[in-house]
């Protein structure tokens, strides 16, 4: 029959293209293009020749097998719909021949039969290969689907593993340069301890140049009366041997008040010599009853006399008004004698310089006399200190910063820029206040305010 090559032609393209996903059936693919092949070339000889029998049981043969295998076979599982369409006219096909060869009469008696069902038969395929062929589009595109979705879990599972990678390089990395940081803190913290221990080294050596000069008066009164009294008990075993009882009384008297004074300014240099040990030493942090007007008398000539031991030139005038009112408080005094030192060297440097810059013509004010003074005043339940220079003044930029560590108006090497800052902590510590007022081209005052209780 004509049809039964072009039902055989469709039945292998629609097999090859359901078994072209599977990789695992390569080799049945193959066999179906042989097939294909076969077909080919028994359509021409069915067409084009005289049919055989043997041409016919051949088509039979290579349906029957096709049939056993996609039944058979799990490879051809997906091509068992196609075999479906196309089952019932391969039935009828072997069907009619079969009947045929046995008995042209029986075949003569069902021809009209089998004539009805071949259109039937036809009609099933074609419903079946079109339904067919959707369920296959759609289980492609479920299947396509499905390896876009296990290609995108592949490339999260990727992405996931190249941000894990990624995060642990970064925490890596964090962590090393907290470790860098932490270190560069630590060698920071160890330079700054460095830098305000020479900061209070610095102003030792300041103090020092003042307390020698401060010593020399004391020890030379010490030194003159001593040779005083010594003349004096001479002249009163004179007049004791001579009998001149009253005018040793007299002398006597003299030798008293001599001595009164060697012990007065004997007490003076020991004062100046505590004051320097504990300046030099840590700050106990021990409070004392001090008073403040001595405390500021005595650290402004201190530091008066250790600037003029540095140079000789150096002259000011010094202005004291002191509150004879105060009570003594409880500070810690060497912290307190730092934070008036580094205030009173301060004010030296500032009118010093002003002082060069006028004499030397770069601002044209001649006559200027350099002038610092300190006060003391009572206030409410405070004590104020104010420490006054006619200097040049501080800019206006500067003045935000100048409690700030290691910043500096000085020219570089004159100062680290610490002295205002430990100020700043010291008085912040026994509870006052320090503040700054200044004007560009006149000068400075600092006013420091401490708790009285």
Do not use: C
């Not at 196609?82 to 009947?99: E, N, Q, Y």
């Not at 499905?146 to 992405?159: I, L, P, S, Y």
Request: aromatic letters at 6%.
């Amino acid at each position: 029959m004509f049809l039964e090559p072009v039902v055989v032609f469709i039945l292998i393209i629609h097999l090859r293209k359901v078994l072209r996903p599977f990789s695992p059936v390569g080799e049945w693919n193959k066999l179906l293009t042989i097939s294909l092949f076969a077909v080919v070339v028994l359509f021409i000889i069915q067409s084009g020749l005289s049919a055989t029998p043997v041409t016919k049981w051949i088509w039979h043969l290579l349906l029957l097998i096709i049939v056993a295998a996609t039944f058979k076979l799990p490879e051809f599982t997906g091509a068992r719909p196609v075999m479906v369409a196309v089952l019932p006219f391969i039935a009828l096909t072997i069907i009619s021949d079969v009947v045929k060869a046995l008995s042209n009469t029986l075949y003569q008696k069902i021809d009209s039969y089998i004539s009805i069902a071949f259109p039937i038969a036809i009609t099933w395929m074609i419903a079946m290969l079109i339904r067919s062929n959707k369920q296959r589009k759609a289980l492609e595109r479920e299947r396509n689907k499905t390896h876009e979705e296990e290609e995108r879990g592949k490339f999260m599972a990727a992405q996931k593993a190249e941000l894990e990678v990624l995060v642990a390089e970064r925490t890596a990395e964090i962590t090393n340069q907290k470790n860098e940081l932490q270190q560069a803190l630590t060698e920071l913290k160890t330079t700054q301890t460095q830098l305000i221990q020479s900061e209070k080294m610095a102003s030792l050596g300041e103090l020092t140049a003042g307390i020698a000069h401060e010593i020399q008066n004391p020890l030379n009164f010490v030194n003159n009366f001593s040779e005083v009294n010594s003349e004096l008990i001479e002249e009163m075993k004179n007049e004791l041997n001579a009998g001149h009882h009253e005018e040793a009384v007299s002398i006597a008297e003299n030798i008293k008040e001599n001595q009164q004074k060697i012990t007065h300014h004997g007490k003076r240099a020991d004062s100046i010599v505590k004051g320097m040990l504990q300046h030099s030493r840590k700050s106990s942090a021990n409070k004392e009853l001090t008073d403040i007007n001595a405390l500021a008398d005595e650290y402004l000539r201190l530091s008066y006399h250790g600037l003029r031991a540095k140079d000789k030139t150096f002259n000011t005038t010094m202005q004291t008004d002191f509150d004879n009112t105060l009570e003594k408080i409880n500070v810690v005094p060497q912290d307190i004698g730092r934070v008036l030192l580094n205030l009173f060297n301060n004010a030296f440097y500032a009118v010093n310089e002003k002082k060069i810059s006028a004499t030397g013509h770069m601002t044209g004010k001649q006559g200027y006399e350099p002038i610092v003074s300190v006060s003391t005043k009572k206030g409410n339940n405070t004590i104020l200190i104010k420490v006054k220079d006619n200097g040049n003044g501080i800019p206006q930029e500067a003045s935000d910063k100048i409690f700030q560590p290691f910043f500096t108006t000085k020219p570089t090497g004159q100062g680290t820029g610490l002295g205002l800052s430990l100020s700043y902590d010291i008085i912040k510590t026994h509870g006052g206040e320090i503040k700054m007022e200044t004007k560009e081209g006149e000068g400075s005052e600092f006013i420091i305010e401490l708790p009285v209780v």
